[in-house]
Each structure stands twice: as C-alpha cells, then as structure tokens.
C-alpha cells in the first residue's frame, strides 16, 4: 500500500469515526433531552388535570370529564377511589385493577411529595404519572394519565432519521475530501521521493518544482540546493582529477626528458676513444639535468607544503631593500651576458613582515623568468611602499605573454611554449610556487603583458608601522 492510500484509509477512518461518535451522541443526547422534557410535562399535565377533577359534584358525570381530557390530549385517563379500585377509564387500556400499579408505596409518595408520582419503567410501554384529586362530592380521590413511549420518541425518530441521513452523507463527503487531501499530501512527498532516488543516482540536473510555501517547498528547495551544490561539487572534483592526471603526466614528462639527457650523457662519457674535453662537457651536461630535476621536485615538495602546511610560513620582520639589491646583484652577470640592464627603483624605508626565505624565493622566480623572456632591454625592480603596506614589482622588456595564456599562466607545469621553456631548463612550476607562497602571505599575484612589449609581476606585503 502506497502513502497516498495510507493517508487515504487513515483519514477516512478516523474522520468516520468522528462522525459516528457525534451523530450518536447527538442522538442519545435528544433521546435523553424528550424523555426529560416529556416527564416535566407529565408532571404538569398530571397536577393540572387533577386539579380540574376538585369540586366536581355529586351529580357529574366522571366519564365525560376523562373523556374530554383524553380528547384534548391523547392521553389515556383512568380515574380511582381511595382504595384503588378504577371508577373509570377513558379509552379502556385494558386494566381492570389498578391495584398493580396503585399501591401504598405510591400513595405515600404522592401525600409526601404533594406532586406527581412518575413511573417510567423499562418493561412498561407507557410512560405512567398518578396525581391525587382534592375532596370533592364524588369518590375520585385518584387520577392516573398514561402514554405510549413510542409516541414520545416520534419526535426523536425523525430527528435520527435525518441524523443518519446528515451521517451518511458527511461520510461520504469525508470519504471524497480525504481521497483529495491524501493526494494533496502525497503527492509531493511522491515527487520528493523520486527526485532524491535520481539525485542518488547521479542526475543531479533534476529539479523540483512545488509552487508551495509550507514545508514540502522547503524541502523541495533544500533537494534543489543539495543538487546544485553535489553538481558543482562534482564537477569541482571532476576538474581535480583532470588537473591530477594531468599533473602526473606532466611530472612523467619533465623528469623523462632529462633521464635521456643524462642517460645519452654517460653513455658518451663510457667511449673509450671519447676526448678529456667531450666527457667533461658531458659531464657538466648531466649534472645540469641532475640539478634540474632536483629543483623540480624541491619545487613539488614546497608547493605540497603550501597546500597542507599552513604553519610554512615564518613571519619576521626584515629589510626588503637588501634581499632585492642581492637578488639584482646575483643576476647582473648573467644579464649582461644578454645585454639586459637590471634597475631598481625604491621609496621604501619601513621594513616588511613576511618570511624572508619565501619572498626572496618569489623575487628570484620573477628576476629569473624576466631574464629568461628578456631578449634585450631593461629589467625594473620597483618597490612603492603605501601607508601600510608595499608593492613590489618586477617588469621587463621582453617577448610578453598573450591574452589566452594569462588565465593559465600560474597552473603547474603550463607553458606558454613548452619547446622553448625546457630549452630555458625551467621545471615548470615557478609561478605557481610563487602563487603559493603569496596566497600564504595572504597576497595575490598581479601580472600585466603585451606580446611583443613586456611583461609585468607585481604583488603586495604589509609593512611594520615606524616607531
């Protein structure tokens, strides 16, 4: 059985239940309600009765009295002499003694309570009510006034008629309204149910669509919402993947190539009849590509270490200007060599907080990458300091990057041309080294280019404020 039929039976039920309940206790409720209300007008029907017997003569005719009485209220009447014994009786009810029902007990009753005496039995079916007739010149001393039962529930019976008729029908209405309102409720949590099953099966472009405000829509929309955050959160991990598989190939690919190096290199230096001069160039050639692929992975291990160690970072205070004149002082030879001047252009008097190993890292990357890039020109070191904070940048006059490379340019092991990068011995991973190490200094990475003009890299650090 589906929820909707279990809503459909459950509300049916209990509603029904409910109808029953009601409609039987309104019917008990106006049984009780007659009956009473028949007893009060007994009683008062009995004294008042009575009473039109007193100062009846010696001369009046009993029967015509009781007759009149029964006429005008359908009652049977029967009238007694002190003893019991029936003087008359008006239409003959078929007691011939009424000692039966006229006993001592009964007349004790009426002299102590001076008003009716009631019977209302259950084996009886008539409703019975005895009053005591005041002295008058005839031997009355007793009047008794009877009715059927079933004529004091006349009333009532119609009334359960239309009562079962109200009942039915309210069932009825109960039975359709609870079909609709179990659909009502079903319904949603039907659609809600086989949404979730196809999310849980991987079609999270499914939608829910419940134009309701109460808690179904909720629901529905909270469905809607962890669909779009699995969809998103899918194709994050999808784009994760690609960037791991490609990586490894990218690893595989940049130590393959100086293993063949350095294997074509011994095998040069092996030849018996090789020069002194040969095998130390071939010498020198695979320590080269030995100290290349130890930067890759010493460039691999650093950006893991950024990924997962957030601790990597040792801040201290320290003088920028010194580590940037270094760096310039270091590369000024192998610069010229190439006919690139290296420039510096300063204001900065405060000192920087940062780790001085990290930033001297990226300065060297940018230094080193400029005069790779850098076929003739100039190589400008700025560093413009703000009210608290610095900005370095390293600019050149190079080859530039184009316009479809820069949203790539900090992913691992990108090129712009792969060629002439391993060419240059590159690991491929410089710049995003140096974006991880600024992302732990809370920085970002700026760059600026034009293919044919230059390139610019510049990055911002907090500075101490002057004592």
């Known amino acids: 059985m589906n929820i909707q039929s279990k809503l459909a039976v459950t509300y049916i039920t209990l509603l029904s239940i409910g109808v029953i309940a009601i409609s039987s206790y309104a019917i008990l409720s106006i049984r009780s309600f007659l009956l009473e209300e028949a007893i009060q007008k007994f009683e008062n029907d ?6 039109s017997f007193e100062g009846s003569s010696k001369d009046q005719n009993l029967f015509s009295e009781a007759k009149f009485v029964s006429d005008l209220t359908g009652y049977n009447v029967a009238v007694f002499d002190s003893i019991g014994n029936q003087l008359i009786a008006y239409p003959d009810t078929g007691f011939v003694d009424a000692s039966e029902f006229l006993n001592d007990q009964i007349k004790a009753g009426l002299y102590d309570s001076q008003k009716p005496v009631i019977i209302n039995r259950k084996e009886l079916e008539n409703l019975i009510a005895f009053e005591r007739i005041q002295s008058n010149e005839t031997d009355a001393r007793y009047l008794r006034i009877s009715q059927p039962k079933d004529e004091l529930y006349a009333a009532e019976a119609s009334i359960r008629h239309l009562i079962y008729g109200a009942m039915v029908g309210s069932i009825l209405v109960v039975f359709i309204t609870s079909l609709y309102f179990a659909r009502y409720l079903a319904k949603p949590i039907t659609q809600l149910k086989e949404a979730a099953l196809e999310i849980s099966k991987g079609n999270l472009d499914r939608e829910i669509h419940l134009n309701r405000s109460d808690e179904f829509g909720t629901l529905a929309d909270s469905l809607n919402q962890m669909a779009g955050t699995l969809k998103s959160d899918n194709e994050k991990l999808k784009e994760l993947n690609e ?135 100039e190589i400008r070191i700025s560093l413009i300091e703000h009210k608290k904070a610095v900005t370095v940048e390293v600019k050149d006059t190079g080859i530039g990057i184009g316009k479809e490379h820069l949203s790539r340019l900090f992913d691992r092991f990108y090129r712009t041309d792969k060629a002439r990068s391993r060419d240059k011995g590159g690991t491929g991973l410089g710049l995003a080294v140096v974006k991880g190490i600024l992302r732990a200094h809370n920085s970002e990475i700026i760059v600026a280019s034009e293919v044919g003009v230059g390139s610019s890299f510049s990055f911002t650090l907090n500075i101490l404020p002057q004592e």
């Open 46 to 51: 009995a004294h008042t009765f009575a009473t």
């Open 243 to 377: 960037k791991q598989n490609q990586f490894f190939a990218d690893i595989t690919h940049e130590v393959r190539n100086p293993l063949h190096t350095i294997s074509g290199s011994l095998e040069m230096i092996e030849m018996e009849n090789l020069s002194k001069e040969d095998k130390s160039k071939y010498h020198q050639q695979a320590k080269r590509q030995i100290s290349r692929i130890t930067r890759l992975f010493e460039d691999i291990k650093t950006l893991q270490r950024y990924d997962y160690d957030q601790s990597f970072v040792e801040k201290k205070e320290f003088d920028l200007n010194k580590i940037v004149e270094s760096l310039a002082e270091i590369h000024h030879a192998i610069a010229k060599e190439k006919g690139i001047e290296i420039s510096i252009d300063s204001n900065l008097t405060s000192k920087v907080y940062a780790d001085p190993d990290k930033i001297e890292q990226v300065i060297e990357n940018l230094i080193s990458n400029a005069i790779k890039y850098t076929n003739k020109g």
